[in-house]
């Protein structure tokens, strides 16, 4: 399977207890970062910004090993450990955007209790904030993070920004722009290696959102293509795919003059990793030439790509902003 690591660059990252911070030792790699990141203890953290300095920011919620990973433009730039929700109050696992931000959040359920940096993922009360991290799951739902890092990640994340929430997974792997998923850049977009067919019915209604971050699920199940624009669906397609039925991937463009796709598994269960597939077929997949020409228009640096064979149906689209959630709960607030 590929591999990659970032380039070489000089940088110092803290390690953060709970009870303060401490200054770290220095490293010049993602590898180094890496290692550093599996030594890690309850309410520890490390943050290592000048590996990537610009760039899409993806975070990954590992429930399996209770640890955050944070991604910009695909390369690793920091690690924490966390606490998610115990028995009785499991954290959804799924593909989830930013809904809402507020660094000075208190519950409206649990007695006025504090979430500082608290940054909304669900409105059924799923959040990552600051909080207390006893190295278990102990929340009631949300995904607890150190005082330090939880306030570092909410100066990077934007609105509508791309959290994962599931098992384990292998780290990313960079991928360029092909088929269907290829963004139009003028003189550069290759056309898609198999011929679109010129039958089929789709939506496209983009004055329902006119702004706001893009996110595309691509229903292997159903053979449904989704378009959503701010949470809100713009678009929908009968495709014809061949992906095979494993674990969901999800995918993130990068920005700069060479965009990539980058690509981690999602698995729902914590025992073990999520497999990295190929998605040759989803790039080769028919649709219909309008649809696409019109998709690929909206695909830019920060898109979200789900490739899953979950339905779509009226709970995975919406105000809610959520991409794929598995969460049945009922609670408003959930610390």
Known sequence: ???????????????????????????????QLAKQAEKLKPGEWVWAPQIAKTGPVLVYVDLGRQRATVYRNGVRIAVSTISS?????????????????????????????????????????????????????????CVRLPMEFARKLFEITPMGGTVVIAGGHEDPIKRPPAGVLAPALAGVTAAPSSVLTREGEFTWMPEASPAGPVSIIISTGDQQVVVLRNGIEIGRAHAVVQQPTTDSQVMTLTGGKRPQWIQVGVSDLASGPAEIISTQQVEEMRLPPAFVTAMRAMIGPGTTVLVTRAPVDATSTGVQTTVMDADDGSASERP
């Open 1 to 31: 399977m590929a591999r990659w690591f970032a380039a070489l660059a000089a940088v110092s990252f803290s390690v953060s207890a709970q009870a303060g911070l401490a200054q770290g030792a220095k490293t010049s790699a993602e590898l």
């Open 85 to 141: 929700g115990k028995e009785g109050h499991a954290t959804p696992t799924g593909v989830f955007t930013i809904l809402q931000k507020n660094k000075d959040h208190r519950s409206s359920t649990y007695d006025n209790a504090p979430m500082p940096y608290m940054q909304r993922l669900t409105w059924k009360g799923v959040a990552l904030h600051a909080g207390n991290l006893p190295g278990y799951p102990a929340s009631h739902g």
